[in-house]
């Protein structure tokens, strides 16, 4: 099918023409964007399924020299939506053609595209394709199309000649547009086919830097836990920080070099159970990445069963999910991280799901869900976990590209008991 797709997107580049010249915009000052989380349970995997094949995807990259998805990794899993999603509005704009979209924010991946939601497709004119086929594999989900070049608006910035994706086929992505790629760029690597095809494709956040639309390339994250669905309780900042979403300071930690963790926003880290000098060492140091397009927390597999022993939990066969009762809950102890020398406590409220969309992921209301997971394969492989937005709701993250490091900072959450 993919074959008759890519030949259905050459022959219509054939008539395409390259966008305008660049203009350039002088304007330093960081700028926000507000989004959105959505619980989309429609599909028929389930939570955990969904975020364990993203990692198994994630996991079969090649070296850093290639850095492109294996041809042969398989994902056995169902092709599904997404179930639980950060959302925002993002603009694209080629000649007079203005049109608004509600894609993924994704630190995980690094490509942008539009085109999955059938109602609010994208027609860009002839002087917007590059002659290029792109796609991309997630996991759970993919895409693969033609690529365009045009202006992306983000709040009240624009990106000019921005490469991104419009979408012949999708699967996975119901109830949103695309994606928005805000990982490292060589993730790109391997992603097009065409004249182009080692080409790297700067994200917007690199073509705003470059453009001086912002004096810093990096983009900083702010989550906050919400009992509701289609809340706005997230904002990205383009350039900079924003000093009122986080508390104390921001902790920098650089990217490792462990493979695959190093291709993406890949830290070190440990994690003990009960106290921050190790009352039960869950996870001794080790790779992993921080990706907002996981939902869970996961952890290797020898770690997971650290966890499931010193919290007492069950599986639970209806979401996927570690299942405690409420007695249970209330002696579940904090986990600590400690990245980069500085500890960070995950509170026993942050590891549960938000006890009032229990039935959002056909869980009983009566009991407590864990959002700490098995990433589906043993420690020592080079990705060993996943802190996935569950993680990140109680924390204010930095990716920071220039300097090649994830910051991390305590927000006015990070002890809530918000679930």
């Not at 304007?27 to 959505?38: A, C, E, G, H």
């Not at 906050?224 to 300071?249: A, R, Y």
């Not at 996943?386 to 924390?395: S, Y």
Request: glycine share 10%.
């Amino acid at each position: 099918m993919f074959a008759r797709l890519r030949l259905a997107c050459t022959v219509l580049l054939a008539f395409a023409f390259c966008a305008d010249a660049l203009h350039i915009r002088r304007d330093s000052v960081p700028v926000t964007l507000p989004f959105v989380r959505r619980v989309n349970m429609t599909g028929t995997a389930k939570l955990l399924e969904i975020d364990q094949a993203r990692a198994k995807a994630l996991k079969t990259r090649e070296s850093k020299n290639s850095g492109v998805l294996q041809k042969n990794a398989v994902i056995n899993v169902p092709i599904t939506n997404q179930a639980v999603s950060y959302v925002a509005t993002v603009s694209l704009n080629i000649l007079k053609l203005k049109q608004d979209f509600d894609l993924i924010v994704d630190t995980g991946s690094s490509n942008t595209w539009v085109g999955a939601r059938l109602t609010n497709l994208f027609l860009p004119p002839l002087n917007g394709p590059t002659g290029d086929v792109v796609s991309v594999t997630y996991g759970s989900g993919s895409f693969i199309g033609i690529e365009v070049v045009g202006d992306v608006t983000m709040g009240n910035l624009t990106v000019k000649d921005q490469s991104f994706g419009v979408a012949a086929e999708s699967m996975g992505f119901q109830g949103v547009d695309g994606i928005l790629g805000l990982g490292p760029a060589d993730l790109t690597e391997g992603t097009l086919t065409g004249k182009a095809t080692e080409k790297i494709i700067p994200t917007v956040t690199d073509n705003a830097a470059s453009q001086g639309s912002i004096s810093q390339n990096l983009v900083a994250v702010s989550f906050e836990p919400t009992t509701t669905v289609d809340n706005i309780n997230g904002e990205l900042t383009f350039g900079g920080t924003d000093p009122s979403k986080f508390t104390g300071s921001i902790h920098f930690a650089p990217v490792t070099t462990t493979q695959p963790a190093s291709l993406f926003w890949g830290i070190d880290q440990s994690i003990t159970y009960g106290s921050p000098a190790g009352q039960t060492t869950v996870l001794p140091n080790t790779a992993g990445i921080v990706d907002t397009g996981t939902t869970l927390l996961l952890i290797a597999s020898d770690a997971f069963s650290v966890y499931r022993m010193a919290t007492g939990a069950v599986p639970d066969a209806s979401t996927g999910l570690l299942r405690l009762t409420p007695a249970q809950f209330a002696s579940l102890q904090s986990l600590f991280f400690t990245i980069n020398g500085v500890t960070f406590e995950l509170t026993a409220n942050a590891q549960i799901w938000p006890r009032a969309l229990n039935s959002e992921i056909g869980g009983d209301a009566n009991h407590v869900y864990l959002i700490v997971n098995d990433i589906g394969s043993s420690s020592g492989e080079g990705l060993d976990f996943i802190n996935g937005q569950t993680f990140l709701e109680r924390f204010y993250s930095v990716f920071d590209t220039t300097n090649r490091r994830v910051g991390l900072a305590t927000t006015p959450f990070t002890h809530a008991t918000t679930n």
